[in-house]
């Protein structure tokens, strides 16, 4: 490329996913919770993942966009403004809005709280904001296939890496207790929805990962900064009733839906190179446009002082066997994914010559 030239930074990111031997179709994706009024961080997150679609389409590959609703997060505060379905923004005093459903439900997931709006009749809160946040997509012309977190677990999509998680939360403790000092000894990374009062509670005391089940308390949790009280219910839930913490779901999204791009803020990653552990994060493209492909351990890393660790994996063959958390070492070296198939890649020069129309 000349010095007069400048290379689009999706292309660049293209790049690194076709170096990366995807198999087809691509999977890019974005993803948020439905807390509350669509914004331009929520257009920002589409479309980033977008244009690396288009570019990646250029070049004669098949692509499929998904958007993740994070939609079994809890709802941690009573949000001041709401949107009806038609993107009019109402204030929380306004009588369209039922403020005492919302404050009554601090502590479930969204799809467990009833949508806000009176006279709207989405299933959930969650519902009706992804519903806000589909027809977004929709209106900009970009073709995303949405996936309700709430749905991978009721499906047991997601139990797989879940009883992964759970299988090596010692070393989910030992990895988490490098970054934070306030972590428990007994921490399990998954939190139980109370089956009398819906709420998510992290009291989780024991764990029997082939029958799929964990023992809780419902003592509560803190949201948005004050504590939510719990029912004291004591039962057994099964892995599909309740979530893993973010630093553990997000990681299971990409294994689960097969993730080769996901845009995301340099703020919440610092990948560091380290073979050992075989893992294989998706290709990410940070706030600043650098690329960063690195295969090895993923440390999600926070503004201000907190640091978070997590590993993400994704077996080379088979997607969904990956593991989470301390992936053992690969046994010799990792076979490259479609290195017997037919050449691709640089066949087609894409369409503009490397710069955006
Ligand atoms: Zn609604
Ligand atoms: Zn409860």
């Known amino acids: ?24 179709p691509v999977v890019i994706k974005g993803g948020v919770s439905p807390s509350g009024v669509p914004h331009v961080g929520h257009l920002n997150e589409l479309l980033r993942g977008w244009f690396v679609a288009e570019a990646l389409r250029d070049r004669g590959y098949k692509v499929r966009q998904v958007f993740t ?16 379905s038609e993107f009019e923004l109402v204030e929380l005093g306004d009588d369209r809005v039922n403020a005492s459903a919302l404050g009554r439900n601090l502590g479930k997931p969204y799809t467990s709280i009833p949508d806000p709006i009176e006279g709207c ?13 589909h027809r977004s997509a929709n209106l900009l012309g970009v073709d995303v296939d949405f996936e309700s977190n709430t749905e991978l677990y009721e ?37 139980a929805q109370c089956a009398e009062c819906g709420r998510l509670t992290d009291d989780v005391r024991e764990v029997d990962v082939d029958a799929g089940t964990v023992g809780y308390v419902c003592s509560g949790l803190t949201a948005g900064g004050r504590e939510v009280e719990g029912c004291g219910t004591e039962a057994t839930a099964t892995l599909r009733e309740g ?13 689960t839906l097969g993730v080769d791009f996901e845009p995301f803020g340099k703020d919440h990653a610092e990948w560091r190179r380290d073979r050992r ?17 690195a295969r090895g351990r993923a440390t999600l890393l926070l503004r201000g002082e907190r640091r978070y660790g997590a590993r993400a994996a994704r077996s080379p063959r088979a997607r969904g066997r990956a593991v989470l958390l301390r992936a053992q070492p690969p046994k010799g070296p990792r076979p490259r994914r479609g290195a017997t198939g037919p050449a691709r890649g640089r066949l087609r020069p894409s369409r503009t010559g490397g710069a955006w129309p």
């Open 277 to 293: 552990d075989g893992v294989r994060p998706p290709v990410t493209g940070a706030d600043d446009l650098r690329v960063v492909h």
């Open 121 to 133: 009749d989405h299933d959930s809160y969650g519902d009706h904001f992804t519903h806000l946040l």
């Open 1 to 24: 490329m000349s010095e007069n030239q400048h290379e689009f930074w999706a292309d660049a990111v293209a790049d690194e996913v076709e170096a990366s031997d995807p198999e087809e």
């Open 69 to 84: 609703s994070d939609d079994r997060d809890a709802l941690r505060k009573v949000p001041r403004r709401l949107a009806t």
């Open 155 to 191: 499906s047991g999509a997601f139990e797989p890496a879940t009883q992964t998680a759970l299988a090596q939360r010692d070393a989910a403790h030992e990895v988490l207790a490098e970054y934070q000092s306030d972590v428990p000894d007994d921490y399990v990374p998954f939190m």
């Open 243 to 255: 979530k893993l913490p973010w630093r553990f779901e997000w990681p299971a999204q990409w294994v």
